[in-house]
């Protein structure tokens, strides 16, 4: 049998209205580990304002060889002039027109929180993956979980499942989720960022070592 993918790191910033004092945050996570995407989530603003905090943050995540993905409201109409590898939009109505537009230039990653029919909808549309779980909402983890373990199995589309706490990225490789997203674990860590990447890398290690 085909041994899966490891899983790799994903993170998403907070909801950013300023990136002046974040930028050295997101820089320091990205250096503690391999993390394969960065998803920039920025507030409602005047398009001048939003665009100059995604480019900021953009070359951030490229700088350390991660694709930067923009996700908010408004954000197609930036995503080319930031220089963003793609964006996250929601999974349902309205998610064929994000690919029919951006697609197969730009990633595109949909966000499946609704009906399990929502995220094989978006896989089918052509999505590059379906992330379950969202820092903008308040589900359990094991809910979540659950989404990643049905998932997985079946579906070519690679899944993101996020983690709330360091300690699910653990159990979301086990479930051979390819991509463990970190929100708040990494941005509120009493040690700081670093230190959290660092710590979800090492459980990432060892899940890819053979059992003995």
């Keep these: 049998m085909a041994q899966a993918p490891a899983t790799r790191l994903m993170l998403i910033t907070p909801e950013l209205d300023e ?3 974040f930028e050295p945050m997101l820089r320091a996570a990205l250096a503690a580990g391999d993390v394969a995407a960065v998803v920039i989530r920025l507030a409602p ?17 490229q700088d350390a060889g991660a694709a ?6 408004g954000v197609e109409d ?17 998610f064929g027109e994000v690919i029919g537009r951006f697609k197969p230039e730009k990633i595109v990653g949909a966000v499946a929180q609704g009906a399990r029919d929502d995220a094989m909808s978006a896989g089918e549309a052509g999505a590059d993956y379906v ?12 809910a979540t979980l659950e989404r990643v373990e049905w998932w997985a ?15 699910d990225v653990a159990a979301l490789a086990a479930a051979d989720a390819e991509f463990a997203a970190l929100g708040d674990a990494v941005w509120r860590h009493e040690e700081g960022p670093a230190a959290a990447v660092a710590s979800a890398e090492a ?10």
């Design 45 to 61: 603003a005047d398009e001048r304002s939003r665009l100059a905090r995604a480019k900021t943050l953009v070359q951030a995540a």
């Design 78 to 94: 930036i995503v080319g002039r930031s220089g963003a590898d793609g964006l996250q939009a929601e999974a349902g109505e309205g």
């Design 203 to 212: 459980m990432l290690s060892l899940s890819r070592q053979p059992a003995p």
């Design 131 to 142: 992330l379950f779980g969202d820092p903008a909402r308040d589900e359990p983890f094991a």
């Design 153 to 167: 199995p079946i579906f070519e589309v690679p899944c993101v499942g996020f983690a709330r706490a360091l300690d």
């Design 68 to 73: 930067a993905l923009l996700s908010g409201e």
């Design 19 to 21: 990136v002046e004092a």
